[in-house]
């Protein structure tokens, strides 16, 4: 219990959200009901790569229903630009990194929008999508990254002067010296595979227009409410106060939602030029085509340890597959690139990372933002290393692992705005020993041996994993205190999921003084937030937690000053004049030994919104509330230690995960129940990156996985249980010690998978240096390991 | 192309009332839902029978209203989320997915509540094994279903208890 006679923090409590959800009542972008709304479907690219040589709407256009089908040409009245603007200040990229909001005269990938056809109902726009011709040129298609990279590779978008968006180039230590000296080089090369985010929800926007002001109100399933206005705004030539986004109840995001797409754009031009409300509401078969994805990397690096085994220096390149634009820049292959690292101490490091134009949808973060890539390169190595020298696997990582005494620790890397790259805090080694005693890792061979004399193939696999979390530069929080007594938290931060609301609610309660069931948390409406930044890089408990803290906190003071100057004691006595204590509790303005006072927050609301003519307490501002910009320039890195142990079937191929244990430290805890779930629903998502998840092209780059019975998730029957466990190292940038949860859990679980699977297929001398790992490409590796040894 | 000559009247029957509508033969009964009935608790996740999301009861057993067309319902006793609550009060396997932490976006969970409705409906014993084989027609992207599971054995324990 704190002062306030609250204790929210650090407590199961539970969800603010799931109320309506639970019966059905949730407002998701396609249940919004504006009258006379129009829908949109969209006329998409069928060709890899094409130049196009017409498009012809006319028969779609005399469907009945169809009130128009749209070109490029036609959005031009409404837009300032037929592409979308650079959303990141990306260094050497220039204009063609962005998707057009319409392609006219050139397609890049399949499923790349051309046209759009607005109907009275989707069923109708769809119809009439069959009818537009598109007559198109066909031209050579990107669909490998080695080879779009060479210099006689035809263009993967014409007009570029190369398929290369940029070269990634991190140096630092002496890294070809301490190659020179090293006691042992290996040489690998790793291929990563990562598909789309798949929220079940789609992406979806519906766009009105005020008659009279010209004003935009977007409903919108996004993680970036603010981005979307002011990337509308600037595209719809307005003014950012012109342009509303109400985000909608969210269904999920994974990184998919974070960025503005040219749907969205096209969707609020068409509703600017035809004066009707329009709606569009992304299928599934949409997102397979065209949202983003995190897709292909190839890596082939050079591991410099001493003798003992610890990390000298690593040198390489990696050629990452950007797909046809880099609409947030360089951040995957950057992040990739980065967090090689991990946990470990790494004195030089020199790595080359091409970035590659192909004839794919666009790249951005899914979940783990590129992360998973990078840990599970360093962390086969650590396995490669402990084969190689025969040792333990937990202590040559041991050996190589940033110390707790080391924190705050330099990486030696600088991030993306040249800042270096520091590591706030954590106990990494800590982690590492209470997951392995958990796990009975010192009991694993004896149970793998028995499992053997069984016919049975066990393996253990184990990584750490590391993610930055916080992203600044702020995010914003309002606290305001209604006559009626009912808080109001408005935030930059937008609710696709996570619990958001809830933890906002519990900080905001416990610094106000008020109960949770008084608090209601608006995330992500631009009509209330002026400033703020949304929902990714792990971000919104810290940075939006803070503001509503420090905003709360503000609130509270501004009530018991104004308290200190209207009221008197029970006796009569005016507060200002004795010497106690006030405080808020339960709503309540209390006095410290007189029970008798109790002055309501709603009260003091009420005196702090004014009376026409009459007097207002004195050096305070107008209104019980307080908005409050949280900043953070440095980001607090989250860890984790997962093991996992998983059995191998040899005849199929199948891999059963049976146990799975995870060691987080997130700093402090604000919802231990909802901390558990993003964390257990990480590790499932991992999960399906190591086993299952596959986006797949055929060499004109048609995708041919495109239904959830092609490209598989994981589900109830292939996902274990999950013992989670939380340390708590608080970050000492921010007052609270929080570090974010939502993307540190997904990061280590694809190389502890794998690692499973190939300690338990060790008789047969599998290295695995690929992911995911499916059941016909791992007989394929049984197969080809026995053949050579025989 | 269609016309008005295609539009039928359908007649069904929602958590106990009654409702008639005008649909295509081609609308989905997920579709006539939603935007005839405005019961938008029932979701489309992938339109194509695999996520779940859109699972309602059907005379008393789970079927995806995507894949069914709603001329196909006409006649037909339909149960969906928004039946599920005893008035105001969350019904017994509601109030557990919110102890359990059992939902985080709430796309998908309508219709995960709907099987696991059918599946207490039908069965007189439980078990994780046959809770989570139930759930493998679901796609649920955020908990990792351990939470969604949890809440259903807590159900199932429940009603083994007599207390149901």
């Known amino acids: ?87 990141f200040p990306a260094g050497k990229l220039d204009g063609t990194a962005m998707p057009p909001v319409l392609a006219s005269t050139e397609v890049a990938y399949v499923g790349e929008a051309l046209a ?150 096209a969707v609020a031009a068409a509703s600017v030029i035809l004066k009707v409300p329009v709606k569009w509401v992304e299928d599934r078969r949409e997102h397979f085509l065209s949202a983003i994805q995190e897709r292909d990397q190839y890596w082939d690096i050079e591991v410099a340890v001493s003798e003992k085994g610890t990390l000298q220096a690593i040198r390489g390149q990696m050629i990452h597959d950007q797909g046809a634009y880099a609409p947030h820049a360089i951040t995957v292959p950057y992040n990739s690139a980065s967090s090689i690292i991990g946990a470990y101490v790494l004195p030089s490091y020199k790595l080359e990372a091409h970035v590659i134009r192909t004839n794919k949808p666009p790249v951005i973060p899914v979940r783990g933002a590129g992360y998973q890539q990078g840990t599970f390169v360093i962390e086969r190595i650590m396995d490669r290393i402990a084969e190689e020298l025969d040792e333990d696997r937990g202590e040559i990582r041991r050996r190589n692992l940033i110390k707790s005494s080391q924190m705050p620790y330099s990486t030696g890397l600088k991030n993306r705005a040249g800042a270096p790259v520091v590591y706030d805090s954590g106990d990494y080694l800590a982690c590492q020993k209470e997951a392995l005693l958990a796990a009975d890792y010192k009991g694993f061979p004896e149970r793998q041996a028995a499992a053997r004399r069984e016919g049975r193939y066990i393996g253990l696999g184990m990584a750490h994993g590391v993610k930055c979390t ?13 006559t009626s007594g009912e808080v109001s938290v408005y935030t930059g931060a937008n609710a696709v999921g996570q619990s958001t609301k809830t933890t906002l609610a519990q900080i905001c309660a416990d610094k106000l003084g008020v109960n949770i069931e008084q608090i209601k948390v608006i995330c992500g409406d631009t009509a209330y937030v002026q400033y703020g930044l949304g929902a990714f890089g792990s971000r919104q408990t810290m940075m939006a937690g803070n503001a509503v803290a420090f905003a709360a906190r503000e609130v509270r003071e501004k009530a018991l000053e104004v308290a200190r100057q209207l009221f008197k004691t029970s006796k009569g006595t005016p507060i200002s004049k004795i010497n106690r204590k006030l405080f808020v509790e339960n709503g309540h303005i209390r006095l410290t030994d007189d029970p008798e006072i109790e002055i309501s927050l709603s009260h003091i609301a009420s005196i702090m919104r004014g009376a026409a003519g009459y007097s207002f307490p004195n050096d305070v501002g107008v209104g019980l509330e307080a908005t409050h910009h949280f900043r953070a320039d440095q980001m607090a890195y989250a860890n984790g230690f997962h093991v996992c142990e998983t059995e191998v079937a040899l005849d199929t191929g199948h891999v059963k995960i049976n146990r799975y244990l995870a060691v987080h430290d997130c700093g402090k805890i604000i919802n231990p129940l909802t901390a558990v779930g993003q964390i257990q629903g990480g590790i499932v998502h991992g999960i399906g990156n190591a086993l299952f998840e596959q986006m797949l092209y055929d060499g004109n780059a048609q995708p041919i996985t495109i239904t959830f019975a092609d490209y598989l998730l994981t589900t109830a029957t292939e996902a274990p249980n999950i013992d989670c466990r939380f340390r708590e190292t608080l970050s000492p940038l921010n007052p609270l010690g929080i570090k974010g949860v939502g993307e540190v859990s997904v990061i280590p679980v694809t190389a502890a998978v794998i690692s499973a699977v190939e300690n338990a297929l060790s008789p047969f001398g599998i290295h695995i240096r690929e992911a995911p790992i499916t059941p016909i490409r791992l007989i394929e590796l049984i197969e080809q390991a026995s053949a050579s040894s025989l | 192309m269609p016309t008005a000559e295609y539009i039928q009247n359908i007649t069904l029957s929602v958590n106990g009332e009654s409702y008639t509508s005008q649909a295509e033969p081609r609308t989905s009964l997920a579709d006539f839902l939603r935007y005839n009935l405005e019961l938008t608790g029932t979701h489309i996740g992938c339109e194509h029978g695999v996520c779940g999301a859109c699972t309602v009861l059907i005379d008393g057993n789970s079927m995806r209203s995507c894949l069914m067309f709603a001329v196909q319902a006409e006649g037909k006793e339909i149960a969906t989320v928004e039946g599920l609550a005893e008035g105001n009060q969350l019904n017994s396997l509601q109030k557990a997915f919110w102890e359990r932490h059992g939902l985080q976006c709430g796309f998908c969970t309508s219709g995960i509540l709907m099987t696991l409705t059918e599946y207490f409906e039908i069965n007189s014993e439980y078990s994780e094994k046959t809770i989570r084989d139930v759930l493998s027609g679901h796609i649920c992207r955020c908990t990792g279903y351990e939470s969604i599971v949890a809440a259903a054995l807590d159900v199932a324990n429940s009603k083994e208890a007599g207390n149901e």
Request: aromatic share 8%.
């Open chain 1, 470 to 482: 916080g992203r600044g530069p702020f995010e914003t929080a309002t606290v305001r205190v209604s």
């Open chain 1, 116 to 265: 759009m056809v607005v109907a009275e109902s989707r069923h109708v726009a769809e119809d009439a999508v069959d009818l537009v011709y598109v007559d198109y040129d066909e031209c050579p298609a990107l669909v490998d990254p080695r080879e779009a990279m060479k210099n006689n590779a035809d263009r993967a978008l014409s007009d570029t002067l190369s398929n290369c968006f940029t070269t990634i180039k991190i140096d630092y230590g002496d890294c070809d010296s301490a190659f020179d000296t090293a006691a042992h080089v290996f040489h690998e090369t790793f291929f990563l595979h990562r598909g789309a985010a798949h929220p079940m929800e789609g992406r979806g926007i519906l766009s009105v227009v005020d008659p009279g002001s010209g004003a935009v109100t977007l409903w919108a399933s996004t993680q970036a409410s603010h981005e979307l206005r002011n990337t509308a705004a600037e595209m719809l030539m307005k003014s950012n106060d012109d342009v509303r986004v109400i985000p909608c109840d969210v269904g999920g995001g994974f990184g998919s939602k974070f960025m503005v797409y040219p749907e969205e754009i």
């Open chain 1, 1 to 87: 219990m704190n002062e306030q006679g609250t204790n929210y923090i650090g407590q199961p409590v539970l969800r603010v959200e799931d109320d309506s959800f639970l019966r059905g009542k949730g407002q998701y972008v396609d249940d919004v009901k504006v009258p006379n709304t129009f829908h949109v479907a969209f006329v998409r690219s069928q060709m890899g790569h094409a130049i196009i040589s017409r498009i012809d709407t006319g028969e779609a256009q005399a469907v009945p229903g169809v009130l128009a089908v749209l070109t490029a040409d036609d959005l031009k009245e409404a837009l300032h630009s037929l592409r979308l603007p650079l959303a």
